[in-house]
């Protein structure tokens, strides 16, 4: 079988980002047997200058939207969606718009356990922050997380507490602006071609085969 790269480019407050991840488990169902997808997540922060302590999550978006009838009508819209690709979004107990920098020093952490690992870290942020309203700038809240993905707590706690991975996270969030990032989702495949946004899992379930087809008639490209 062919194997498939893709690196995602993501943030865990986007609740795109988490209908894309959830489309894409879906499409690599629809190619298991056939393809092997590896997958690597990358950082991206849409609030990079929110303080550690993040803010008023309803007031953040109210502003960043346009009001509150916007808003309201994107989480209708959301939760329409969010039916169709089993997620239960809810928005009401979502309080605090986090600075999500140390939630990207965990899945980076992550990796380090392998894909499963990563990959299970990702999904308990996705739902911590927009099933059950927990605050993913609260390293207690982190720290749970990684313990219930299996990683080892103490050492998490530790890298929490210091600096480490600060500046490796930004720089990645920087490449990621500079070679043409400017949303998320970005699905980086095979470090060519990139797909944007929460596309539907028939586009992810066919982009995957023709890159796959497409790798096994090239293999030198």
């Not at 008023?56 to 009508?73: R, S």
Request: aromatic share 4%; with cysteine; glycine share 8%.
């Amino acid at each position: 079988m062919e194997t498939v790269n893709i690196d995602i480019v993501s943030d865990v407050v986007c609740p795109w980002c988490y209908l894309g991840k959830n489309r894409l488990d879906q499409a690599i169902a629809n190619v298991a047997g056939e393809i092997n997808v590896a997958i690597q997540w990358r950082p991206y922060q849409l609030n990079p200058d929110l303080p550690p302590e993040g803010i008023d999550h309803k007031e953040h978006l109210a502003a960043k939207l346009g009001g509150q009838a916007a808003v309201d009508e994107a989480h209708r819209t959301l939760e329409g969606l969010g039916v169709e690709d089993g997620i239960a979004f809810d928005f009401d107990a979502v309080k605090v718009s986090p600075n999500t920098l140390d939630a990207h020093r965990l899945i980076r952490w992550a990796a380090t356990g392998g894909e499963a690992a990563q990959d299970a870290v990702v999904s308990l942020l996705f739902k911590a922050n927009f099933e059950e309203g927990r605050n993913l700038g609260d390293q207690a809240v982190l720290l749970d997380i990684a313990e219930q993905a299996g990683l080892e707590r103490p050492v998490i706690a530790a890298l929490l507490a210091s600096d480490a991975d600060k500046d490796a996270v930004r720089q990645e969030i920087d490449m990621a602006r500079e070679i043409g990032v400017t949303g998320v989702p970005c699905f980086i495949i095979e470090q060519q071609y990139a797909v944007m946004g929460a596309q539907s899992v028939e586009v992810l379930t066919s982009a995957l085969r023709e890159i796959a087809q497409m790798k096994a008639e090239h293999p030198a490209h």
